[in-house]
């Protein structure tokens, strides 16, 4: 699991980022490596979970800066319905794409067991940050001016 990606200096490569899940309100299939080359920001949520409610202005904000810099955030479905995922997405007003993964095979890896969890992928495919519990803006704003090399 990448729960301490930073440690030593080394940094895993995403797990199952050949894995080709759906995406919400699509029968089309994507995978993480077709984001290869761009910094990602893999938000994990459910739309019961209060705690990803809370991240929503956060998630919102680092969406504008990484699409600022070419990067992208993309959320991840856990133990959620996409009727659920979809109605969330639609009540917070949020615009990025959502891979299914109803059984949690796609997470797994990242030792993913509750929701909110949040990765940052970095233009080589490795995992560089992670955060297994609710974000708050300073780490993120600190991750992202990291990850991108500037100030957020």
Same mark, same amino acid.
């Given at each position: *699991?990448?729960?301490?990606?930073?440690?030593?200096? $080394?940094? *895993?490569?995403?797990?199952?980022?050949?894995?080709?899940?759906?995406? %919400?309100?699509?029968?089309?299939?994507?995978? %993480?490596?077709? %984001?290869?080359?761009?910094?990602?920001?893999?938000?994990?949520?459910?739309?019961?979970?209060?705690?990803? !409610?809370? !991240?929503?202005?956060?998630?919102?904000?680092?969406?504008?800066?990484?699409?600022?810099?070419?990067? !992208?955030?993309?959320?991840?479905?856990? $133990?959620? &319905?996409?009727?659920?995922?979809?109605?969330?997405?639609?009540?917070?007003?949020?615009?990025?794409?959502? %891979?299914?993964? *109803?059984?949690?095979?796609?997470?797994? *890896?990242?030792?993913?067991?509750?929701?909110?969890?949040?990765?940052?992928?970095?233009?080589?495919?490795?995992?560089?940050?992670?955060?297994?519990? $609710?974000?708050? &803006?300073?780490?993120?704003?600190?991750?992202?001016?990291?990850?991108?090399?500037?100030?957020?």
């Amino acid at each position: *699991p990448a729960a301490d990606p930073g440690c030593r200096g $080394q940094t *895993p490569s995403a797990p199952n980022a050949h894995m080709r899940l759906r995406l %919400l309100g699509s029968s089309r299939r994507t995978t %993480l490596a077709q %984001l290869r080359g761009k910094v990602v920001m893999v938000n994990v949520f459910a739309g019961w979970c209060v705690a990803c !409610e809370q !991240e929503v202005s956060i998630i919102k904000h680092a969406q504008q800066v990484l699409s600022a810099h070419g990067g !992208e955030v993309v959320g991840v479905t856990y $133990q959620d &319905s996409s009727g659920d995922a979809r109605g969330y997405m639609q009540r917070y007003g949020l615009h990025y794409p959502v %891979l299914l993964d *109803p059984a949690g095979n796609f997470v797994a *890896p990242y030792g993913v067991n509750g929701v909110p969890e949040t990765f940052f992928i970095g233009r080589n495919g490795d995992v560089v940050a992670a955060r297994t519990y $609710q974000l708050s &803006s300073g780490w993120v704003d600190a991750t992202l001016n990291r990850v991108l090399g500037t100030e957020a």
